[in-house]
């Protein structure tokens, strides 16, 4: 479908994404990193890649100033410099789901695999996006360190870690309904014949491909766009599930418009989450996984907290809808 788009309309297209950018706000957690590296707190490339990697995995299903607060939290424990007494990690501000109590214990327990992959990070120092990313969802396991937060992650990685030398050629975005959803209203894919089962399935391929012809080598640009019109009117999108608001959406002049009667997510995206990979597609993360992967086992300690919490009907699916597209 993308073929329909002219090359003059991907220009345009390319404007938009570059003029959203430009007019965004730093991330918070970015703000904070430089400053703190201005002052030298940080005592080496280690503990720097772990504060990455720890708002990161804090900055999700929640605010990016509450992520960045509970940073603060735990760098002011102690916890960069290995800190091996849990008791010293104060509670936590929670994120969607989770109490403060939970979502504490999560930290602790993910901290050590944190550790992990900061030094193994640090000790090659060469890297490719998708080596990175292999590293962190399947080499190195940390609870709650998912696909978005992991390319958030090697985003700040990238950005904020000149001394690391990271070829970000390789780099996707996150699929999750939102961005499947405004693609599929701007044109680039068609939720009747490109499904989207997770990498390498053909709406991930040929969203992937789009983005990687639009800004090669900063990808990344194109995701906060993407996502942020797909958002609810109180979070300040456009592009509902149904009859979008399109007064005021940033891709109003170039949109065509399709498929706003119904939420192309709801066709288009696999209603399970395993990945339906085609075995000859090329993909980023490709390492052979298991037949029951840490995603999944992680999707049913969910479902069975749901459960235990007697979660069920119209808040049960908009739980495992939000979960999903936090790990898609
Ligand atoms: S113009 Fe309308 S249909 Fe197109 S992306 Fe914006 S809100 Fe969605």
């Given at each position: 479908?993308?073929?329909?788009?002219?090359?003059?309309?991907?220009?345009?297209?390319?404007?938009?994404?570059?003029?959203?950018?430009?007019?965004?706000?730093?991330?918070?957690?970015?703000?904070?990193?430089?400053?703190?590296?201005?002052?030298?707190?940080?005592?080496?490339?280690?503990?720097?890649?772990?504060?990455?990697?720890?708002?990161?995995?804090?900055?999700?299903?929640?605010?990016?100033?509450?992520?960045?607060?509970?940073?603060?939290?735990?760098?002011?424990?102690?916890?960069?410099?290995?800190?091996?007494?849990?008791?010293?990690?104060?509670?936590?501000?929670?994120?969607?789901?989770?109490?403060?109590?939970?979502?504490?214990?999560?930290?602790?327990?993910?901290?050590?695999?944190?550790?992990?992959?900061?030094?193994?990070?640090?000790?090659?120092?060469?890297?490719?996006?998708?080596?990175?990313?292999?590293?962190?969802?399947?080499?190195?396991?940390?609870?709650?360190?998912?696909?978005?937060?992991?390319?958030?992650?090697?985003?700040?990685?990238?950005?904020?870690?000149?001394?690391?030398?990271?070829?970000?050629?390789?780099?996707?975005?996150?699929?999750?309904?939102?961005?499947?959803?405004?693609?599929?209203?701007?044109?680039?894919?068609?939720?009747?014949?490109?499904?989207?089962?997770?990498?390498?399935?053909?709406?991930?391929?040929?969203?992937?491909?789009?983005?990687?012809?639009?800004?090669?080598?900063?990808q990344w640009v194109v995701d906060e766009p993407l996502w942020s019109t797909g958002r609810k009117p109180m979070s300040g999108g456009h592009c509902y599930p149904k009859s979008p608001s399109c007064g005021g959406c940033i891709f109003g002049k170039i949109c065509p418009r399709r498929?706003?009667?119904?939420?192309?997510?709801?066709?288009?995206?696999?209603?399970?989450?395993?990945?339906?990979?085609?075995?000859?597609?090329?993909?980023?993360?490709?390492?052979?996984?298991?037949?029951?992967?840490?995603?999944?086992?992680?999707?049913?300690?969910?479902?069975?907290?749901?459960?235990?919490?007697?979660?069920?009907?119209?808040?049960?699916?908009?739980?495992?809808?939000?979960?999903?597209?936090?790990?898609?």
């Amino acid at each position: 479908m993308e073929s329909a788009r002219s090359s003059d309309w991907f220009e345009q297209f390319r404007s938009i994404i570059l003029a959203y950018n430009e007019k965004r706000q730093p991330d918070p957690f970015m703000k904070w990193f430089q400053q703190k590296e201005t002052q030298g707190f940080f005592g080496g490339d280690t503990e720097k890649v772990l504060a990455i990697l720890i708002d990161a995995r804090f900055d999700q299903m929640t605010t990016a100033e509450k992520a960045l607060a509970n940073t603060k939290l735990v760098v002011q424990a102690g916890c960069l410099k290995g800190i091996t007494d849990p008791n010293v990690v104060p509670l936590l501000i929670p994120r969607q789901y989770f109490s403060a109590e939970e979502w504490t214990k999560s930290f602790i327990t993910a901290l050590p695999s944190l550790r992990s992959i900061s030094n193994r990070i640090v000790a090659q120092k060469t890297w490719r996006a998708d080596e990175l990313c292999s590293l962190m969802l399947h080499k190195i396991r940390a609870p709650y360190l998912g696909v978005k937060t992991t390319r958030l992650a090697i985003r700040w990685l990238y950005e904020l870690m000149p001394t690391l030398n990271i070829n970000m050629d390789s780099y996707e975005i996150p699929i999750d309904r939102l961005v499947y959803r405004v693609s599929c209203r701007l044109g680039l894919i068609d939720p009747n014949y490109d499904k989207y089962a997770g990498q390498g399935s053909d709406a991930d391929v040929k969203i992937q491909s789009v983005v990687r012809g639009l800004l090669p080598g900063r990808q990344w640009v194109v995701d906060e766009p993407l996502w942020s019109t797909g958002r609810k009117p109180m979070s300040g999108g456009h592009c509902y599930p149904k009859s979008p608001s399109c007064g005021g959406c940033i891709f109003g002049k170039i949109c065509p418009r399709r498929f706003v009667d119904f939420d192309p997510a709801e066709v288009g995206m696999q209603a399970g989450l395993t990945a339906v990979r085609k075995e000859a597609a090329p993909v980023s993360c490709g390492e052979k996984r298991a037949t029951v992967t840490p995603l999944q086992t992680e999707f049913a300690m969910y479902v069975e907290q749901l459960k235990q919490q007697g979660i069920s009907g119209e808040e049960y699916r908009e739980k495992i809808a939000q979960w999903r597209r936090e790990h898609s």
